[in-house]
Nanobody, 120 residues
Framework: QVQLQESGPGLVKPSQTLPLTCTVS??????????WTWIRQPPGKGLEWMGA???????YYSPSLKSRTSISRDTSKNQFTLQLSSVTPEDTAVYYC????????????WGQGTQVTVSS
């Protein structure tokens, strides 16, 4: 059974960079042909796909966030990370890591989510 767990700061100041890590257990992030994604849900809004890193290490980003987003991985720790730069209060959301591609509503494996608030 694949399990994912997000970790990172719960509070970030505006203009700073938000770093989040997803630790995966029960499966390798290099296993073909899985994609490891970051998704967020701002308060009162729907799910927003932010980006993904493939089993191969290739990365994909939402066009609306591409200039501020970086996704990487540490295969030795079976982790992948998100860095979101120049955050504003509009980046306040619950951030999830998940495994899947295509429609986020069809993803089977999710982390529990971590609340991130951007505030001074």
């Amino acid at each position: 059974q694949v399990q994912l767990q997000e970790s990172g700061p719960g509070l970030v100041k505006p203009s700073q960079t938000l770093p989040l890590t997803c630790t995966v257990s029960g499966g390798s992030i290099t296993t073909k042909y899985h994609y490891w994604t970051w998704i967020r849900q701002p308060p009162g809004k729907g799910l927003e796909w932010m980006g993904a890193i493939a089993y191969s290490g290739s990365t994909y980003y939402s066009p609306s966030l591409k200039s501020r987003t970086s996704i990487s991985r540490d295969t030795s720790k079976n982790q992948f990370t998100l860095q979101l730069s120049s955050v504003t209060p509009e980046d306040t959301a619950v951030y999830y890591c998940a495994r899947g591609s295509g429609s986020v509503e069809e993803y089977k494996y999710w982390g529990q989510g971590t609340q991130v608030t951007v505030s001074s």
